[in-house]
């Protein structure tokens, strides 16, 4: 709000002290309006931290790396984040993170859950937390099935004899057979992936292409316009030509820029690994995976009510990979080429006439738009309808229920 009030003033100010008949109030109010247009685009894409680290956390491809790089915003915030994922200890004490425990890398960046991660239902919906938690993930086939093997019954999903019997690998980041004896001990260890099956759902791969080539367009617009509005135009700055490295120095900022936010984005979601089973065809076709957490537990200095939630749908686990090793080399060149290419596009920017800050703005806020939309969160309510009163008896409510 200060700052609002001093941006309204300041140009009555500068008008108050025009005294002499020389004095052009207007003059000074163009060149307030020009630097402030100048300079809005670029610091407004340095912030966006909330947005922008939701997004990394629920990204599971390089479509949604691809989507992050145009017209980004949050650009600290990424840049901050791949240096928490994989950054050396020097770099990680150079933004202030040299003490940070994995777990809260994880908790904040990653959407893989491990034995320093979980996510548990809060009331109001999915929450990751640090710590472990009494969180059970099963498979209910309700009724007999041809194959004997398959009959009736409750399974851990966890357990992979009983889990391969349902459900099969639909896709998977790298398939279970070519990981190690004890990552594939350790991805069974880990806690259920809550969010991903049941608070956050992506739109399709064909929807995804077509918000990147949106974003295409409208990256590509704004250069065309500032490319235009020089050698076709001539839109003149402060009464004088555009300086000739304008469009230049905006036009490979701003390819620097996207191709730097492009390696951030993909050190972090690379970080992470995803398996997506599939019920098999020949299951029956009532069988679903059911979610029974304990209430009245205490996780993270927080106390979780029960919850029970099911799905028929694919299942999706992601897992912590790498074993937590930098990749020093590759950090270092994300940052010099992103923090290069903001610079640069500063420049162009501030050389280039204002209304192509305007168009820049508008392109982050369409693009940030329908980044937020890629991921969406469905309403699923807790099925347990008195979770306090089931507090203690969640195996006989469970009972009940089947």
């Not at 880990?190 to 990147?212: D, E, G, Q």
Request: charged share 20%.
């Amino acid at each position: 709000m200060s700052l609002l009030v001093i941006i309204l003033i300041l140009p009555l100010h500068v008008h108050a002290l025009c005294t002499t008949p020389d004095c052009v109030p207007r003059d000074g109010w163009d060149n307030f309006a020009n630097n402030l247009g100048s300079d809005l685009a670029p610091f407004l894409a340095l912030f966006g931290e909330q947005v922008t680290t939701q997004y990394m956390s629920e990204s599971l491809s390089w479509i949604d790396n691809i989507l992050l790089a145009l017209a980004p915003l949050g650009i600290i915030t990424i840049l901050v984040s791949a240096i928490r994922v994989s950054g050396t200890g020097p770099l990680k004490s150079l933004i202030g993170r040299g003490r940070e425990t994995r777990g809260e890398v994880e908790t904040d960046l990653m959407s893989s859950t491990s034995s320093d991660t979980c996510e548990l239902w809060s009331g109001d919906g999915v929450v990751r937390v640090i710590g472990t938690p009494a969180l059970l993930q099963l498979i209910w086939v309700p009724k007999k099935v041809e194959d004997p093997d398959k009959s009736r019954g409750l399974y851990n999903f966890r357990d992979m004899y009983s889990r391969n019997r349902h459900y099969t690998q639909k896709h998977s980041d790298n398939p279970l057979s070519d990981l190690p004896d004890h990552q594939n001990a350790m991805i069974d260890r880990n806690p259920p992936n809550v969010s991903l099956n049941l608070s956050v759902k992506s739109v399709s791969r064909p929807t995804l292409v077509f918000f990147i080539i949106v974003g295409f367009i409208a990256q590509g617009a704004v250069l065309a316009f500032a490319a235009v509005s020089q050698y076709v135009l001539r839109f003149p700055k402060n009464d004088l030509d555009i300086s000739f490295y304008a469009f230049p120095v905006l036009c490979a900022g701003t390819v620097f820029l996207s191709v730097g936010i492009l390696l951030c984005a993909h050190v972090v979601e690379s970080s992470t690994g995803e398996i997506t089973w599939a019920p098999k065809l020949d299951t029956n076709t009532d069988t679903f995976v059911l979610w029974l957490q304990q209430g009245g537990q205490k996780v993270g200095d927080q106390e979780f009510d029960a919850f029970a939630q099911t799905s028929n749908e694919d299942i999706i686990s992601s897992y912590r990979q790498g074993d937590g090793k930098p990749r020093r080399g590759l950090v270092i060149v994300a940052v010099l080429f992103t923090l290069l290419g903001f610079i640069a596009q500063l420049v162009g920017l501030r050389a280039a006439h204002s209304s192509i800050t305007v168009v820049q703005i508008a392109a982050i806020l369409l693009v940030t738009v329908f980044r937020c939309s890629a991921h969406f969160k469905r309403n699923k309510e807790n099925i347990i309808e008195n979770p306090q009163l089931v507090e203690g008896f969640e195996l006989d409510w469970l009972a009940k229920y089947l």
